[in-house]
């Protein structure tokens, strides 16, 4: 299926920065490997920040998409649906290319220089608080606990991206839900 050129540049972009970071990747890559000119990239991007949060955007939509996906499809014919989670997980830290959450990349390499980012990376975050909070029980710490799970996953992310292998993360993250009786 042929992309529009705008779609052409934001996929481009995507592989790009995820896999080379956004510092990492100069519009001029862009370009050339989305096969188009530089004025109908800056016709679609105004300028490199504008790249950068319809990356996001575009990211979070295909994150949340597969994380919700991959929650049901692992989801445990018994126990809690959190049960889910890990397994899900170990899908995505063995995936090719596999280099950690593109939020958590973001924060961290770009941090508040690109007007919007940061906001961009809380609301994702936020958004994967939700997805976990709906496979917790209801009740009045709830949210609480979603946070703390979700603060588990971020350090799985982080521990997998870094040790390459995300067995060991998956082991730690396991225990840790474990041991605060999440899982």
Known sequence: MDL????????????????????????????????????????????????????????????????????????????????????????????????????????????PSVPGALEAVRAHKADMAGVIASLLPAGRTRRADAAAVALIVDGAIVQAQMAGDGADALKAAARALRAFDLA
């Open 4 to 111: 529009s050129a705008r779609d052409r540049i934001l996929a481009t972009a995507h592989d790009l920065f995820y896999r080379d970071g956004i510092r990492g990747t100069g519009i001029d890559r862009v370009i050339a490997d989305a096969g188009v000119t530089k004025v109908t990239f800056y016709r679609h991007f105004p300028s490199k920040n504008d790249l950068v949060l319809a990356f996001l955007a575009h990211r979070h939509g295909l994150w949340m998409s597969w994380f919700t996906d991959a929650l049901q499809r692992h989801a445990p014919r018994k126990g809690p649906p959190l049960g889910a989670l890990l397994p899900a997980l170990a899908e995505w830290f063995g995936s090719d290319g596999y280099r950690g959450c593109a939020f958590i990349n973001v924060a961290a390499e770009l941090g």
